[in-house]
Structure formats: structure tokens, C-alpha cells
């Protein structure tokens, strides 16, 4: 699923926020049936977790805490510390170099799923898998379907019904500070991990809001969405072609979708995880292009084929 700071702020119409609230709540159904023992969210941070200090391609949390950014959840996740060890240890033995970190920290885009999905974040034991989807150099695609097809082996092992996510994307620019371009103060943020003081975090959303105003009525700098786009790579999913993304590169989904269509990478993984063990299905299939949050928003539940 997609995630968006702006479904917790003002700006939104009530007309969007109703229909991607009913697929959630249908999504929502589709795991309460499944009732999961063990979640596994693959995510991006958007520099509240991770810095330019260190920016690893792929981490896995043995412990982590939401940060409470946009409205979500703050406080320690349920991570089972043996379990999410044993992943990494597996996941490196599978010949792809992940991190771990025994005190991550995750945003939004961890949070906001777990809270949509069941109500509470801490609600059941989860593992968070963060995937660098935002601060360039990037690693090609072909290594981010290596590391969910890593994932999706060891997983088996547990003899447990696990419930995979990812989240993010598809196509959208928000205004995302570079090491490029950011200024001063940002620039000790996204380097450093500066902590913001609540009136830099409340500055933050009103620019993030004023920007989704000015992009929904078709002025503002940032790069327009790309529906055919998303498509394209929704069909790509439902159709179990999934190795056809390692001929992207990553200078051409920018050019495509922006420079945040990079959280693709979470889907990837999540949908290498289910297909290393044979065909799926996808059952829920949702897609709005929405400007009202810089995003083309959508929602794929998906099982794997009897």
C-alpha cells in the first residue's frame, strides 16, 4: 500500500479521503482474515531514522521505535528481537548485505500501514525492513527483489502465517530535501540527524501542505504524477512479471515518476518475498492518482496460487 503524511492533515478532500479509506478498510479485512502471527513491513524513512552519516542500502530492525512524525504512532514496536536477528543472519548467509540496527527509529511510512491496517501499531510482532528509497546513490532493482526473495526463504522456515508489507510509492516528487540542494538547516538533518524542535516539525507540515494545495490546483515546481506509469507497473505485479524490473534503471524511473517513485523498491521486495515460493494472485486492486497527496496512490492484497 501507498502511505502519505497528508491522510493525517488538513487539505485532503472528504471524496478521497472516503474512498481510500473504504479499500483500506477492505484491505484491513483481508488481514484480520488472515489473522498474522508475524508482520514484516518493508519501508522507506524519509530522514527521521536514517542519515547521510551512515545511509545503508537495506537495515533490518531488531528493535525499533516510531517516531511519531505526521500524526502517527511514537513509541517502542513489538519486534521480536530472536526472530528479526535470524532473518538477518539468513539474509546475509543468502549472499545480499543487509544492516542491522538494534535501536531504529521509523516514521510514517512503518507507522501509518501498521495503524491502517490494525488499528494499533504494536497490535502484533513485527520486523521492520528499511529500504533506502530516497537518498541517492541507489543500488539497482535486481538487489532489492534479491533481498525480498531472501526474506520470503527464510520466512518460510517459521512455520507461521506472516503477513508482508510494503509500503510506499507509486509515482510522486514531494518536496524531499537533497544533499544537492537542501539548505543549511535541512542539510544538518538529512546528514547529521539534527533533531527538528516542534516549530521546525510544524513548519515542516504546513510547506508539506501548502505544497500539496498548490500541486492539486496544477502550479508549484513539483514534477506532475504518471498514472500510465503506475499502471504500467501495477500490470507488471498482477501479471507475476516481477523480474522484469531489474532492466530499470534508476535515472529513468526518476524521470518517469519523480524522484520518490523510488519506494517502488518496498513493493518489489515485499512481492519478491511471496513469489520466490511460486505464482500469486492479487485480489484487492486499487490505483488513484490523487494530487491532493503528491502521490498515485494504491492497494494490492495478494496470496500465493493452491
Known amino acids: 500500500m501507498s502511505h502519505s503524511p497528508l491522510l493525517n492533515l488538513p487539505g485532503p478532500s472528504q471524496d478521497l479521503l472516503d474512498e481510500i479509506g473504504s479499500e483500506l478498510a477492505t484491505a484491513r479485512d483481508f488481514v484480520t482474515a488472515f489473522d498474522p502471527e508475524l508482520v514484516v513491513i518493508f519501508a522507506p ?8 552519516r551512515t545511509m545503508p542500502p537495506f537495515c533490518i530492525g531488531t528493535a525499533a521505535t516510531g517516531v511519531g512524525d505526521y500524526g502517527t504512532y511514537a513509541g517502542p514496536l513489538n519486534v521480536p528481537a530472536d526472530i528479526a536477528t535470524d532473518c538477518a543472519r539468513a539474509v546475509l548467509e543468502s549472499g545480499v548485505d543487509v544492516a542491522i540496527s538494534a535501536s531504529m527509529d521509523v516514521d510514517h511510512g512503518t507507522v501509518q500501514p501498521l495503524q491502517k491496517l490494525f488499528g494499533d501499531a504494536t497490535a502484533r510482532p513485527v520486523i521492520p525492513i528499511f529500504i533506502n528509497s530516497v537518498a541517492t546513490p ?3 532493482l535486481r538487489r532489492v527483489r534479491a533481498l525480498g526473495a531472501a526474506v520470503g526463504t527464510y520466512l518460510a522456515t517459521l512455520g507461521q502465517r506472516v503477513l508482508i508489507i510494503g509500503s510506499g510509492g507509486l509515482s510522486h ?21 539534527n533533531p527538528m524542535s516542534p516549530e521546525q516539525r510544524q513548519a515542516r507540515q504546513v510547506a508539506v ?24 507497473f501495477l500490470e507488471l505485479l498482477d501479471s507475476n512479471r516481477l523480474p522484469e524490473v531489474d532492466a530499470w534503471s534508476n535515472t529513468w524511473i526518476e524521470q518517469e515518476a519523480g524522484h520518490s517513485a523510488h519506494e517502488i523498491r518496498t513493493w518489489v521486495a515485499a512481492f519478491a518475498a511471496i513469489a520466490t515460493h511460486g505464482r500469486y494472485e492479487t485480489r484487492q486492486r ?3 492518482a490523487a494530487p491532493e497527496l503528491i502521490a498515485g496512490f494504491a492497494v494490492r492484497t495478494a496470496v500465493l496460487n493452491p
Do not use: S
Open 45 to 52: 524513512d524519509h530522514y527521521n531514522g536514517f542519515f547521510y
Open 138 to 140: 541507489l543500488g539497482p
Open 173 to 193: 516528487d514531494p518536496p524531499v530535501p537533497t544533499l544537492a540542494t537542501a539548505p543549511p538547516a535541512a542539510l544538518g538533518r538529512i546528514v547529521n540527524g
Open 209 to 232: 501542505m501548502e505544497a500539496a494545495r498548490e500541486f492539486a490546483e496544477g502550479t508549484g515546481p513539483l514534477q506532475p504524477l504518471n498514472p500510465e506509469w503506475d499502471h504500467a
Open 286 to 288: 486499487f490505483y488513484r
